[in-house]
């Protein structure tokens, strides 16, 4: 059954500590949100226009394909670290590992050429 929110115990910790990430989270977001378009628009760049709506939709499969992974992996990373270091510095070690997921990728991805 739902409980009304007046009688769901107060967790004080827990709250200070959900507004200590929000602007990591928001950092998160921005990111994410600038960079998917670049990425859209340079890979479908490259797709004649006859198959641009499969490109298209292979990408938007790709996408949420790799966010539910990512998801799934910073996800088990924070929650395997929480009992042992608190929610503040596991939310700080699960940023650190998507920041460097993204050198990797800016390090491993090809250059694409200006014509």
Do not use: K, Y
């Amino acid at each position: 059954m739902v409980q009304p929110l007046s009688r769901r115990p107060r967790d004080p910790v827990g709250a200070q500590a959900a507004f200590a990430m929000a602007p990591g989270l928001a950092l998160m977001g921005l990111g994410q949100g600038l960079h998917l378009p670049v990425l859209f628009r340079v890979i479908l760049a490259e797709v004649p226009p006859e198959r641009a709506g499969v490109a298209s939709g292979a990408m938007a499969t790709s996408q949420q394909i790799a966010l539910a992974s990512g998801f799934a992996l910073l996800g088990a990373l924070f929650l395997h670290l929480v009992p042992s270091v608190g929610i503040q510095e596991a939310f700080a070690w699960a940023l650190a590992a998507q920041g460097i997921s993204v050198l990797l990728n800016l390090a491993l991805s090809p250059r694409v050429r200006r014509a």
